[in-house]
Nanobody
Framework: QLQVVESGGGLVQPGESLRLSCAAS????????TGWFRQAPGKEYEGVSC????????YYADSVKGRLTIPSDNANNTVYLQMNSLKPEDTAVYYC?????????????WGQGTQVTVSS
């Protein structure tokens, strides 16, 4: 089955860290650009981070720069979202997407999402 599956979400306190995983099955993830999106309650989807398939260039939303990174593990066909210094406003459902070659292009695969809640 061709799909991406997210995992690693949970409930954390402000200032703590989480690492989300986006694991692909049925295809090789690193030939796609892989992006992380989030949707907070009552808000639209936001592109959080992306890694390009061509040269590994990474992109980050201004709201997460300096706190999030997007490492990849090609051997395990997985892209991560390392989230540090989490804030309550990071609370959202996080989705990963495999996009056709370049960041923010139309996606080919979209995951089911994983909930991240940041609260004291």
């Amino acid at each position: 089955q061709l799909q991406v599956v997210e995992s690693g979400g949970g409930l954390v306190q402000p200032g703590e860290s989480l690492r989300l995983s986006c694991a692909a099955s049925g295809f090789t993830l690193d030939v796609y650009a892989t992006g992380w999106f989030r949707q907070a309650p009552g808000k639209e989807y936001e592109g959080v981070s992306c890694i390009s398939s061509s040269d590994g260039t990474t992109y980050y939303a201004d709201s997460v720069k300096g706190r999030l990174t997007i490492p990849s593990d090609n051997a395990n066909n997985t892209v991560y979202l390392q989230m540090n210094s989490l804030k309550p406003e990071d609370t959202a459902v996080y989705y990963c997407a495999a996009m056709g070659g370049i960041c923010w292009a139309e996606y080919d695969y979209w995951g089911q999402g994983t909930q991240v809640t940041v609260s004291s």
